[in-house]
């Protein structure tokens, strides 16, 4: 793993990445974040390790990333939403994330309701937000972002589905290069979360999503919606019209897609 100091050299931020806590192994990036944040650790605090041995996806599953290859971070954000306006967050992420990896690897990134994102069709990253509230505010969420970077093999669980950065492109990359430009880009984007501005953010993940227009399943909850995918609501919602009904998700799996 990098130094302090390797990894923060000619970075080009106020502060996302600046104060940073840099592990070789670490159960979850997000279980640390979240400490941190819980004790007043400031807006753009990262945990970054090189390998998890209990790094956690959504829905109760689990992240798994060969030692040394991927970036694997918890950034810690703050800004003032309301509990409706959390879902957010996972748009700032993703297009964040997208448009750096699109800079350094000169490919398109497709965003994949509701937090993957793909290259030519299979997931090189997965996003985890965690919240915690009080009086119906956002005290702090960390956005915990795994990217398969410079991976080349995937168990067998996965492998129809994953892919990396090296697979696609035949490079390889610099762990610090990507995840620096990833911080350059996010407090780009933060300050339009900052001033609660997030119609660039969601039209710059609307242009990256093939779902609109599609016929999809989803599971929100444990129940199953099919219908066509419309647009996302101003507040993040994954809008699907059934027989001229509309119903909005703010959290859920796509789980069949036809065209
Ligand atoms: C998913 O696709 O389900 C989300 C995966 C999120 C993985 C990242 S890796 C860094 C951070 N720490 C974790 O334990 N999870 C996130």
Same mark, same amino acid.
């Given at each position: 793993?990098?130094t302090?100091?390797?990894l923060?050299n000619?970075l080009?931020?106020e502060?996302?990445?600046k104060?940073?806590y840099?592990?070789?192994?670490?159960d979850?990036?997000?279980?640390c974040?979240?400490?941190?944040a819980?004790?007043?650790a400031k807006?753009?605090?990262v945990?970054i390790?090189?390998y998890?041995s209990?790094?956690?996806?959504?829905?109760g599953?689990?992240?798994?990333?060969e030692?040394?290859?991927?970036?694997?971070?918890?950034?810690?954000?703050?800004?003032?939403?309301e509990v409706n306006q959390v879902?957010?967050l996972?748009?700032?992420?993703?297009?964040?994330?997208?448009?750096?990896?699109?800079?350094?690897?000169?490919?398109?990134?497709?965003?994949?309701?509701p937090?993957d994102?793909?290259?030519n069709?299979k997931k090189?990253c997965?996003?985890l937000?965690?919240?915690?509230f009080?009086?119906?505010?956002?005290?702090y969420a960390?956005?915990?972002?795994?990217?398969?970077?410079n991976?080349?093999?995937?168990?067998?669980e996965?492998v129809?589905?994953?892919t990396?950065?090296?697979i696609?492109?035949?490079?390889?990359?610099?762990i !610090?290069? =990507?995840?620096q430009?990833? $911080? &350059?880009?996010?407090e780009?984007? #933060?300050?339009?979360v900052?001033?609660?501005?997030?119609?660039?953010?969601l039209?710059?993940w609307? !242009?990256? =999503?093939k779902?609109?227009? $599609? &016929?999809?399943t989803?599971s929100? #909850?444990?129940?199953?919606f099919k219908?066509t995918a419309?647009?996302?609501t101003?507040d993040?919602?994954?809008?699907?019209s059934?027989d001229?009904?509309?119903?909005?998700?703010?959290?859920g799996?796509?789980?069949?897609?036809?065209q």
């Amino acid at each position: 793993m990098y130094t302090k100091e390797e990894l923060l050299n000619g970075l080009k931020t106020e502060s996302f990445g600046k104060k940073v806590y840099i592990y070789d192994t670490i159960d979850s990036t997000n279980n640390c974040a979240k400490m941190l944040a819980g004790y007043g650790a400031k807006e753009g605090t990262v945990v970054i390790a090189d390998y998890q041995s209990a790094g956690r996806g959504r829905q109760g599953r689990n992240w798994q990333s060969e030692p040394g290859k991927n970036l694997l971070f918890s950034i810690v954000l703050k800004p003032k939403l309301e509990v409706n306006q959390v879902g957010l967050l996972t748009y700032f992420i993703a297009v964040g994330t997208a448009i750096a990896v699109e800079e350094i690897t000169s490919l398109p990134c497709e965003c994949k309701w509701p937090n993957d994102l793909l290259m030519n069709g299979k997931k090189f990253c997965g996003i985890l937000i965690e919240s915690s509230f009080q009086n119906f505010s956002l005290d702090y969420a960390v956005a915990g972002v795994g990217i398969n970077v410079n991976q080349k093999v995937f168990n067998h669980e996965i492998v129809k589905k994953a892919t990396s950065l090296l697979i696609e492109t035949n490079r390889e990359f610099e762990i !610090k290069n =990507t995840f620096q430009k990833i $911080m &350059e880009t996010l407090e780009m984007l #933060n300050e339009d979360v900052k001033n609660n501005k997030f119609d660039r953010i969601l039209n710059e993940w609307k !242009k990256r =999503t093939k779902l609109f227009g $599609m &016929e999809i399943t989803i599971s929100d #909850n444990g129940t199953l919606f099919k219908g066509t995918a419309v647009d996302i609501t101003y507040d993040g919602g994954l809008i699907i019209s059934t027989d001229n009904k509309q119903s909005i998700h703010y959290s859920g799996d796509v789980i069949k897609i036809e065209q």
